[in-house]
């Protein structure tokens, strides 16, 4: 069900799972197939074949060239290794959940970024992961079994429709929202079971963006009902400004509580920011932002904002 990269320039990310093994580890097994380690690589438009280079954003990402076919390696097979484009590892990185600290995964199947929040608690604490989707839920069940996480609570349900009073979630910090979109940041359309790309219904495309903002928006809005949230990273694979930037901009209109994490702790390395002129010319907004576009950053289209707590910024800076 991973996001298969046929016949695409992208390259073959490899996330480790380190709840099973190490960066080092998977390295060594793909040396003893002949691959050649680089450290790190500035052109990844060009990979030369049986390379393997340590991703410099993220620690737990090697990068093969595109196309390689990992389905049969046996890591793949034991889950060691998670093929995840890079770009989709932003979301759970920026969360950084602490060790035993509890989560809120609102739209989590199939489980790419559940397992790797998991795997960044070191499998401590807890993670809801809920889906609306019951037979997606069942392959996240699946998925983060095979990746040996045991800090999952996996719900079916609207996140909509849970209470964010309730006590069970009185010590959630973080809530990870990763809604449907129109995935239209998908270099590959063979991806039907990683996103949601095609509506059935085919509607023209301005009203299927009303909607899905409209929807993207109310998601965002539940979660700054959590009264422990302290952080909300919001993400898509859309690359059009209305499901990103204008829904960013439309709930800050709306909250006094929550605002956008500074630039610095949001990959302040990656380079890509936000579109200015679609945040109202807020060049400093703009800049808390990340996206990427499909294949000039190597990876598929993505966007991620991170709210914070107003509050929580004044405690640190006391
Ligand atoms: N985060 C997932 C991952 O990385 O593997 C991908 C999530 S996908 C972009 C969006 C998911 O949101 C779909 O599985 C969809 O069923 C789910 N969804 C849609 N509406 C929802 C709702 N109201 N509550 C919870 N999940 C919902």
């Known amino acids: ?38 450290e790190s690589n500035d052109d990844l438009g060009d990979i030369s074949p049986q390379t393997i280079i340590k991703d410099k954003h993220l620690p737990e990402l090697l990068i093969l060239p595109p196309n390689t076919d990992l389905h049969n390696d ?9 093929l995840q484009d890079k770009a989709s590892c932003f979301p759970s990185f920026i969360c950084s959940p602490l060790i035993d600290s509890h989560v809120i995964d609102a739209c989590a199947a199939p489980g790419n970024k559940t397992s790797h929040l998991s795997s960044i608690m070191q499998n401590s604490g807890k993670i809801w992961a809920f889906d609306i989707d019951k ?32 006590s069970k979630y009185s010590n959630v910090e973080c809530i990870l929202l990763d809604p449907s979109c129109s995935g239209s940041g998908m270099v590959s359309r063979l991806a039907e079971n990683t996103q949601d790309q095609l509506d059935s219904t085919q509607k023209p495309l301005v009203e299927r963006l009303k909607n899905l903002s409209e929807f993207q928006e109310r998601m965002i809005l539940h979660a700054f009902k959590f009264p422990t949230v302290k952080k909300i990273v919001y993400s898509t694979c859309s690359i059009y400004a209305q499901e990103n930037e204008h829904v960013v901009r439309r709930v800050l ?9 500074d630039r610095k702790d949001v990959m302040p390395s990656w380079s890509r920011r936000g579109i200015t002129s679609e945040m109202g010319d807020d060049e400093e907004a703009a800049e808390k ?22 509050s929580v910024q004044c405690e640190n800076n006391v």
């Open 135 to 166: 037979k997606r839920l069942e392959l996240l069940k699946k998925l983060t079994r095979k990746a040996g996480c045991e800090n999952i609570v996996a719900v079916h349900g609207s996140f909509l429709e849970e209470n964010p009073l309730d």
């Open 74 to 82: 046996p890591l793949y097979l034991s889950g060691d290794i998670i």
């Open 253 to 261: 209109e709306q909250t006094s509580v929550f605002e956008l994490a």
């Open 1 to 38: 069900p991973e996001l298969r990269n046929s016949e695409t320039t992208v390259p073959r990310y490899i996330r480790v799972n380190t709840l099973k093994t190490t960066v080092e580890k998977v390295v060594e097994h793909f040396k003893a197939k002949k691959y050649k380690l680089e």
């Open 289 to 310: 932002l990340v996206r990427s576009i499909p294949n000039e950053d190597h990876t598929n289209g993505f966007f991620v904002a991170c709210f914070v707590r107003k």
